[in-house]
């Protein structure tokens, strides 16, 4: 790895963590020695990076200092592609032109050099074939997550048994082939995933939900992380 690569790593290894970071950790991440750590320290210190901290205890980098956001790596580039094209073949119309113009966006603005990656990406994602069916407009459903209101629903199970339940709608899932919508149920008094395909009907309320989404959010995944 050169060394200007290997100052832009230490950067974004310390700028991702929100505690010191030891050499020995920067060392394992970029598979180099202890001194060669100390020694790119010193010279990020030398061109007035703000990296707090001393041999032996850790590294912070200071708040207010950032690095130009395109100055990406090949993996980085890698990542943001596979991201793209997941998404342009995953998501819902509106999602998957988004995933197009990022990428357009990107290209516009990386380095001549860099842009072949981004063409050409090392890592491509496959597109889901045979998908089926939304029975709900996923754009407006990402609205009204965003906007913290109720959905009313009339959803059909695996056994086709039709229910009708108010939601309050946390968080879009995708898998492979199908959507779907994590949810607070109020007939259940309970969080439930409703795969978009098996919704019937759909009424988007104007009724805000209770408390915060975030905070819903959190809670479900912390109850996941418990029983996993």
Known sequence: MRKADRLFQIVQILRRSSRPVTADAIAAELETSKRSVYRDIAALIGQRVPIRGEAGI??????????????????????????ATWVAGHADENLARAASDLLAKIAAVLPEEMRP?????????????????????????????RAGRKLRLDYADEQGRATRRTVWPLMIGYADATRM????????ADFRTFRLDRILAAEFLDAPIPGSAAQLRARWLKEMRERG
């Open 58 to 83: 850790g590294y912070v980098l200071e708040s207010g200092f950032d690095l130009p956001p395109l100055m990406l790596t090949a993996d980085e580039i890698d990542a943001v592609a596979l991201g």
């Open 117 to 145: 990656f981004l063409g050409n990406p090392a890592a491509r994602a496959v597109p889901a074939f045979d998908r089926p069916v939304d029975g709900i407009d996923a754009t407006q459903l990402r609205a009204w997550i």
């Open 181 to 188: 919508v994590l949810a607070w149920c109020e007939l259940r």
